[in-house]
């Protein structure tokens, strides 16, 4: 599975960017898609779920209302929409794949892509 994140650059606080992941190698619709960030000098922070179902998990408070994840299996990519972004959404923002199997759980990561938030 390769997964690949592109969509990150410089933004001003209260701006928005999409963030797309493209993946490869894999039958998609089978995994369970999210996003993590890591800031500068922070552990890698869970920000969004969206399962093979079509669920989405809760966001956790420091994004509620203001990203949203969502995927279009038919181009095999998933999206994190950020809006009313803040100086502190600044961090590497990696793409995650989770494939849940009878018997193990198999997981595969992005590269990441930098979002910094800054006037």
């Known amino acids: 599975v390769q997964l690949v994140e592109s969509g990150g650059g410089l933004v001003q606080p209260g701006g928005s960017l999409r963030l797309p992941c493209a993946a490869s190698?894999?039958?998609?619709?089978?995994?369970?898609m999210s996003w993590y960030r890591q800031a500068p000098g922070k552990e890698r922070e869970w920000g969004a779920t969206l399962t093979s179902a079509g669920y989405s998990t809760n966001y956790p408070d420091s994004v509620k209302g203001r990203f949203t994840i969502s995927r279009d299996n038919a181009k095999n990519t998933v999206y994190l929409q950020m809006n009313s972004l803040k100086p502190e959404d600044t961090a590497v923002y990696f793409c995650h794949a989770r494939l849940v199997g009878l018997h193990r759980t198999t997981d595969y990561w992005g590269q990441g892509t930098q979002v910094t938030v800054s006037s």
């Open positions: 190698r894999c039958t998609f619709s089978n995994y369970d």
